[in-house]
């Protein structure tokens, strides 16, 4: 595997449902971040960890839950959640070094549908 | 906050045409600037990018100059193909640190043969 891989890439459930979508990260990268893409809006941005510690949440409702437990995977658990999180998903990486340009890769996406 | 405003399409363009999509920026200090293209059902892909004013960046016939003065960082390729249909996407970068991007809408281009 090369570059940013995420799993599911398609996810259908219900509200009450508990799910986890995966992302990995093959570049040796120590940043992480999740975003939201959504029709007709500009892509959201979510959760950001850097060398694993979450820096950024950017008031994302409770129901959705990030984990990172090192620096290649980034996971994002979701319970209870409403038809208007239908979205894609996306992961993305980068190397943080301070004062460089944030450069960053980003993964196929998981496209949610909630029922 | 940061903004980024770009042309929402769809635009539509014959096979060899010219291309420009507008991008304008609002931010606080003096942001990196990136074009990002998506395939569909692909994620977003890296096309080409600029740190400082007056810096060109390039890649596969596209280009964008960051304007200090108009804010702006507007793509352009002199002859599109069928293949360069996608979705892109303006964004730019505050600061170098693990920073998330803020992105514009997006332009549909649809290239026709």
């Known amino acids: 595997e090369t570059g940013v891989t995420q799993t599911p890439r398609h996810l259908v459930m219900g509200m009450t449902n508990k799910k986890s979508l995966k992302c990995e990260q093959h570049?040796?990268?120590?940043?992480m971040y999740w975003y939201k893409q959504s029709a007709k809006k500009p892509l959201e941005l979510m959760f950001v960890?850097?060398?694993?510690?979450?820096?950024e949440n950017n008031s994302v409702p409770s129901r959705f839950s990030p984990e990172c437990p090192n620096s290649s995977h980034l996971f994002l658990h979701l319970h209870t959640l409403q038809p208007e999180d239908s979205a894609l998903y996306l992961c993305a990486s980068s190397q943080f070094i301070s004062g460089s340009l944030n450069e960053q890769f980003f993964g196929p996406g998981t496209r949610l549908t909630v029922l | 906050g940061d903004s980024v405003t770009q042309m929402e399409g769809p635009v539509t363009l014959s096979e060899e045409a010219f291309l420009t999509i507008n991008c304008t920026y609002t931010a606080t200090g003096y942001p990196s600037l990136f074009w990002y293209v998506q395939y569909p059902g692909e994620g977003l892909q890296l096309l080409l990018k600029a740190t400082k004013a007056d810096d060109k960046g390039s890649n596969k016939g596209f280009e964008a100059t960051y304007r200090k003065e108009t804010t702006s960082f507007h793509l352009e390729k002199g002859s599109v193909q069928v293949s360069d249909s996608a979705v892109y996407f303006c964004a730019l970068s505050e600061g170098g640190g693990a920073d998330g991007l803020t992105f514009g809408k997006g332009t549909h281009l649809i290239i026709q043969p």
């Open positions: 570049l040796g990268h120590n940043a």
């Open positions: 960890y850097s060398l694993e510690e979450r820096v």
